[in-house]
C-alpha cells in the first residue's frame, strides 16, 4: 500500500517561500511515474498547480503558480518536492501531492496524501 505523506506547510507572509515535500513510502520501480501538486482553498474547487512525468521529463505547471512555483524529486523519487517563491495570500488552501504509475500526465491519480495547509498573510 502506498502512502503520500505532505510536510512544510505553514504560515508565510507574502513575498515569502516556502518548499512543501512529498515523501513517498516505497520507491518508484518503474519508468512510467507522474505525481502531481493540488491545492484547494476553502468555497474554492481543487486545483491542479503542478505535475512531473518521466515521460520526456515533462513538468507543467498552472498559469497561477508559473514562474513562482518549481517541482523537483529526489533522485530515487521517494521525495516530491514543491518550492514556493513570492507566496501571495490567494496562494492559501491545503496543498496535496498525487502520482500514479503512468507515463504522461493524467487526469486521475492512484494515490493521494492528506494535504497540508498553507497559510500566506499580506
Known amino acids: 500500500q502506498v502512502q503520500l505523506v505532505e510536510s512544510g506547510g505553514g504560515s508565510a507572509q507574502a513575498g515569502e517561500s516556502l518548499t512543501l515535500s512529498c515523501a513517498r513510502s516505497?520507491?518508484?520501480?518503474?519508468?512510467?511515474?507522474?505525481v502531481a501538486w493540488f491545492r484547494q482553498a476553502p468555497g474554492k474547487e481543487r486545483e491542479r498547480i503542478s505535475c512531473?512525468?518521466?515521460?520526456?521529463?515533462?513538468?507543467r505547471y498552472a498559469d497561477s503558480v508559473t514562474g513562482r512555483f518549481t517541482t523537483f524529486t529526489d533522485s530515487a523519487k521517494m521525495t516530491v518536492y514543491l518550492r514556493m517563491d513570492n507566496l501571495q495570500p490567494d496562494d492559501t488552501a491545503v496543498y496535496y501531492c498525487?502520482?500514479?504509475?503512468?507515463?504522461?500526465?493524467?487526469?486521475?491519480?492512484?494515490?493521494w496524501g492528506q494535504g497540508t495547509q498553507v497559510t500566506v498573510s499580506s
Open positions: 512531473l512525468s518521466t515521460g520526456g521529463g515533462r513538468k
Open positions: 498525487a502520482d500514479r504509475h503512468i507515463r504522461y500526465c493524467p487526469s486521475e491519480f492512484d494515490h
Open positions: 516505497t520507491p518508484v520501480t518503474v519508468d512510467r511515474y507522474a
